[in-house]
């Protein structure tokens, strides 16, 4: 784990990317001014706006490292930071085309076949196609290897049953990326039978159905496969091999800024109120929440140059998850107690921020893998478990 690593040292972000960061900040200025958007907390996950979405990828702000052929645009893997950190600060909606490039396409540029990518990876760059990610199961939760979703082979393809749950915008989405089993399990081996196929989420057979939040938000859904044909053409990889593709597109998912920015326009909203209306505890609190932020955000850059070389930091994404979901979920906590009177939505700026925090937190410590399975991850890797 570089975490471990006394002699390890945390980077920086190169001085040259700063001039990207003011470029997305006047971007970002302009559209607020427009009404393009209003900034919101928790924006990646329910701010779902595709016209928004495709106007960041005229601008080459959507799969920005992708190669050239397949949409994207060379960039680099810094460049790609300074940008999602800016549009998750400045609460934009992002969420339509957040899950697949972040995960799906450097999943499928790793291991799908040129068909595959000669189709999906240009769309989803001009964000004009989008992925749902199918891996959590109602019985199986955040255990992989207890998924219970299978695909049966049959010809020309395969015939898949099962439930999905917590899938973040699949009503909304083109496409899914589906775990399943595919073959029977090794013995002594749990991680083996599994494969990962894209399912049109409008082919007969899949049923979404809204699980809607505390706030009455709509994003998280479970999808029912019933004997769903998918083409063998859209089997990712080898039949069996899924264990190892997930692993690595784990990394992307659980690395990212956004498992610390979620809050961001809250804390940002407690800072103005701590400048106004002076208070030794709101000082304090963001003095406090400011170095925690600052930490998360170098070892997830750290998490960044792994990944960018090639590697699948399982390990040190779930620490970096873990420790940015509860930093999320406590900074709401600490904003509610230095709220001068109970938030409402009617309010502006830190109380409607708070509002909507207040109602979503819960779900910060689950999504993605909750915070106990990533405590398992870690517990292995040091052989405590």
């Known amino acids: 784990m570089i975490f471990q690593d006394a002699g390890f040292s945390l980077p920086e972000l190169p001085a040259e990317v700063e001039a990207l960061r003011a470029e997305v900040r006047t971007f970002v200025r302009t559209e607020i001014e427009a009404e393009g958007f209003v900034p919101a907390c928790n924006a990646w996950m329910d701010g779902f706006d595709p016209a928004f979405s495709r106007r960041l990828a005229q601008r080459g702000w959507v799969g920005m490292t992708w190669p050239r052929r397949y949409g994207g645009h060379e960039r680099g893997a810094f460049e790609n930071f300074v940008v999602n950190e800016e549009l998750l600060a400045a609460g934009a909606p992002v969420a339509a085309h957040w899950a697949g490039v972040r995960q799906t396409g ?37 255990d992989l290897a207890q998924v219970r979703t299978r695909a049966r082979a049959v010809d020309g393809g395969w015939v898949v049953n099962g439930r999905k749950i917590w899938s973040s915008g699949a009503h909304r989405a083109h496409w899914m990326m589906v775990f399943c089993r595919t073959g029977g399990e090794a013995e002594g081996d749990r991680r083996g039978g599994f494969s990962q196929l894209i399912v049109d989420l409008k082919d007969p057979g899949v049923t979404i159905r809204p699980i809607h939040m505390m706030n009455g938000a709509h994003h998280f859904n479970e999808t029912v496969f019933d004997d769903v044909f998918v083409p063998s053409e859209r089997l990712i990889g080898q039949p069996g091999d899924a264990w190892s593709q997930v692993v690595s597109e784990l990394g992307y998912e659980r690395s990212g800024p956004e498992r610390f920015l979620s809050v961001f326009p809250l804390l940002a909203a407690l800072v103005r109120l701590a400048a106004a209306r002076p208070d030794e ?5 963001v003095g406090q929440l400011t170095a925690r932020l600052w930490t998360l955000r170098r070892m997830s850059i750290a998490l960044l140059m792994l990944l960018a070389r090639g590697q699948s930091p399982e390990v040190e994404a779930a620490l970096v998850k873990d420790l940015g979901t509860r930093f999320e979920r406590e900074a709401v906590e600490i904003a509610r107690g230095l709220a001068a009177h109970r938030p409402g939505k009617d309010t502006h700026d830190f109380d409607a921020q708070l509002a909507k925090c207040l109602l979503v937190a819960p779900a910060f410590t689950l999504r993605g893998g909750t915070n106990e399975i990533l405590r398992n991850v870690v517990a292995r890797s040091l052989g405590l478990r």
Not at 116 to 122: C, G, H, M, R
Not at 281 to 285: K, N, Q
């Open 281 to 285: 505890r709101r000082v304090v609190a």
């Open 106 to 142: 450097p999943l499928l540029m790793r291991f799908a076949n040129d068909a595959i990518k000669d189709y999906f990876l240009p769309r989803m760059a001009r964000a004009e196609l989008f992925f749902a990610i199918g891996l959590s199961e109602p019985d199986a939760g955040s």
